[in-house]
């Protein structure tokens, strides 16, 4: 009897597995003051998430999109999406650019003074400032982690199976939130370290440039369509053997057949 643990201590000691006034009061006071602190943050300190977006005419896609390589390796950039695109007489490419943030501005000068540009359709940049977000993130991580020591030593404490569960439920909870968060960090990091630019350049191109091509590919899909309508009469030359006798036999009934006045 004396190793049993009383029942109406679980409840109390379940309570003090999560946070207590003084604890919630510690955590607020943290994140309040990492709130301050963003706000107290140097300019050149600030969390920015840089994009920018450029559509133009160019003379040459093929010369243009080979400029555009050289300008990514140039700036220890890469292409994450690109997509080559033809409708009507416009051919051209969109392409999503990942540059590191201190070299976006400079590989997006050196796009536009590009000599292939004839029009310059759209530009624009944005500046996104996720400072005060990405310093809450880090208070509210500091606090997780906290939380999670604090269980483990109740959890070295526990006394009974019940004590146990509970505690580790908790840590499961918390352990999820914190994967989440470190997610959401790892996520900011990466677009703040990273700038992104939407690119997009075209070309019209005359009817008569592509008459060649296009009468080359008409002619290349007809050839192909006979060979697929050969093939298919191929299989079912059963039921045509099958026709031509039915009509060649009515044929001669017909002849055969007296005809009366």
């Known amino acids: 009897m004396k190793n049993t643990f009383?029942?109406?201590?679980?409840?109390?000691?379940?309570?003090?597995?999560?946070p207590s006034a003084k604890e919630k009061e510690a955590?607020?006071?943290?994140?309040?003051?990492?709130?301050?602190?963003?706000?107290?943050?140097?300019?050149?300190?600030?969390?920015?998430?840089?994009e920018g977006s450029i559509k133009f005419k160019t003379g040459d896609i093929e010369e243009t999109?080979?400029?555009?390589?050289?300008?990514?390796?140039?700036?220890?950039?890469?292409?994450?999406?690109?997509?080559k695109f033809s409708y009507n007489n416009t051919v051209g490419y969109d392409l999503t650019i990942r540059v590191p943030s201190v070299k976006f501005d400079s590989l997006l000068n050196f796009i536009l003074k590009n000599k292939c540009i004839?029009?310059?359709?759209?530009?624009?940049?944005?500046?996104?400032?996720?400072?005060?977000?990405?310093?809450?993130?880090?208070?509210?991580?500091?606090?997780?982690?906290e939380s999670v020591q604090k269980l483990l030593d109740l959890l070295n404490r526990a006394k009974n199976v019940t004590e146990i569960l509970e505690i580790n439920k908790q840590l499961t909870d918390i352990q999820s939130d914190i994967e989440s968060i470190e997610g959401r960090l790892k996520y900011l990091n990466d677009q703040i370290n990273f700038s992104t630019i939407n690119?997009?350049?075209?070309?019209?191109?005359?009817?008569?440039?592509?008459?060649?091509k296009d009468f080359w590919e008409a002619f290349k899909d007809g050839w192909q369509v006979f060979l697929y309508v050969v093939t298919l009469l191929a299989y079912l030359w059963v039921i045509i053997l099958v026709v031509i006798v039915i009509i060649c036999g009515i044929k001669w009934y017909k002849k055969r057949k007296p005809k009366y006045l």
């Open 6 to 18: 009383p029942l109406f201590l679980i409840p109390l000691l379940i309570l003090s597995c999560g």
């Open 27 to 50: 955590r607020t006071e943290i994140i309040e003051k990492s709130q301050n602190a963003a706000q107290k943050v140097d300019n050149s300190q600030r969390k920015l998430i840089k």
């Open 65 to 83: 999109n080979d400029f555009i390589n050289a300008s990514i390796k140039k700036y220890d950039a890469f292409i994450s999406k690109e997509e």
């Open 118 to 145: 004839k029009d310059l359709d759209t530009k624009n940049t944005q500046l996104q400032d996720v400072t005060e977000e990405f310093v809450d993130i880090q208070a509210r991580l500091k606090v997780k982690k």
């Open 199 to 212: 690119l997009s350049f075209y070309e019209n191109i005359r009817y008569s440039e592509r008459f060649f």
